[in-house]
């Protein structure tokens, strides 16, 4: 893939304006994402990866953590009642005595010690969302696989211990899961996407509950990573990012304020992971095809944002190439036999397969509400290629095998002269080429018809 982000340098707006901008990383939780990517050495595909491989190993609570851990939400409410009761009684008790039994006196031991207990309960309370964080933690990071995730789980996490999604701390797991999954969907280096990425993201968003903002920010996190990684897989960022947010990516995914680049540089990146993937797609698709696949292959187009001519070169490409493994298959055959007055009937049956896939590319070019259809239908030349002054003299043997064993019993019937002139237009023969071959053709086998 071009590397076309090389001349691309860092924004210097972005060090001034990050931290003012509501759709960049907060400066606390960026540097918290930025450090927790940054200590980790692994790459890999987070369909096929483990929760560990791709969060880090399980945390540890520390001081009163685990007893925090310990106390349902109901319990801990209770106990905290009961140590600021228990708090103020002893305060109340301690004024008393103290106080020379002044109702004042006790009342303002209890209100002391009372505050204390309450400022102590706050404590411990306060540490919940990050024991809530840890816990949310542990449990993505001990999944055997991350990718089905789904947000009744989280939810049930934050329902037990009893705080809200929103909260500071079990946010800032939540944004440091998503980019710590975001990073390991990316492949490294000169790797390619395998079409499952967007997909997988999106729905791994959708189970932590994150909104566009808080998970486009974590996008730029990965990116100053990969930014310095590694230039390919920052374009595969940018590819995928843009998918995953549609429509709103040109107003949450500030590529060109924080990095620098080109809106060209961007088209780039969209068009040539657009192309790699579409070609991948078009790799699965075969001889045989129809309705529902020249239609799911639209969608698929259309899902990349890969442009219609783009489309359409690269659909056309694909059905030569398949038309070319028909030819050169016939071709071995053919050569294997020199010199055999019998054409192998492989031969014929290859040839076959050309004109009935040709001939559906070119029914399917035709049919009504095109537009639901792949773009590039239509019949098959390979005339006008780079190679085909090199291939023809192949073309026009094959040709001549072709029309020998259809003109064999000497009848020359319309049927046989549609597919006959069928076949010279894929091969992208000349008219006068074609008509001199079937003349030699027929000549010769009138020749061997005995008198």
Known sequence: MELSLVSAKASPRAATSAAASPLLPSPTRGRAASARLGGRGFRCVAAAAKGEDVFGGRKELSGVQPLVEALPPAVRAALELAVVAAAATAGYTLGTRYGGGSRTASVAGAAVLGAAGLAGAAAVNSMVPEVAAVGLHNYVAGRDDPTELEAAEVEAIASKYGVSTQDAAFKSELCDLYASFVYSVIPPGHRDLKGNEVEAIIKFKRALGLDDVDAANMHMVVGRRLYKESLDAFQKLIFVSNLV?????????PWKHLFGITDYQIDIAMRENAKSLYAL?????????????????????????????????????????????????????????????????????????????????????????????????????????????????????????????????????????????????????GKLEAEAIIEGVTSNVKSQVPA
Not at 245 to 253: K, M, N, T, V
Not at 410 to 428: A, Q, T, W, Y
């Open 245 to 253: 947010f549609g429509d709103a990516s040109e107003f949450i995914l």
């Open 281 to 429: 797609e078009l790799k699965s698709i075969g001889r045989g095809i129809n309705i529902g696949t020249v239609i799911d292959i639209r969608r698929v187009q259309l899902a990349y944002k890969l442009f219609d001519e783009i489309a359409a070169d690269m659909f056309r490409e694909h059905a030569k190439n398949l038309i070319q493994e028909n030819i050169s298959s016939a071709l071995s055959i053919l050569k294997s036999n020199p010199g055999s007055t019998n054409i192998p009937e492989q031969v014929i049956d290859e040839v076959n397969t050309i004109l009935a896939f040709n001939s559906l590319l070119t029914v399917l070019g035709k049919f009504p509400d095109g537009d639901r259809f792949a773009r590039g239908l239509g019949p098959v030349s390979l005339g006008g290629e780079f190679d085909h002054d090199r291939m023809v003299g192949d073309l026009k043997i094959l040709y001549a095998a072709y029309a020998t064993a259809v003109l064999s019993d000497g009848n020359l019937d319309d049927e046989k002269l549609v597919r006959l002139s069928e076949l010279r237009d894929i091969f992208g023969l």
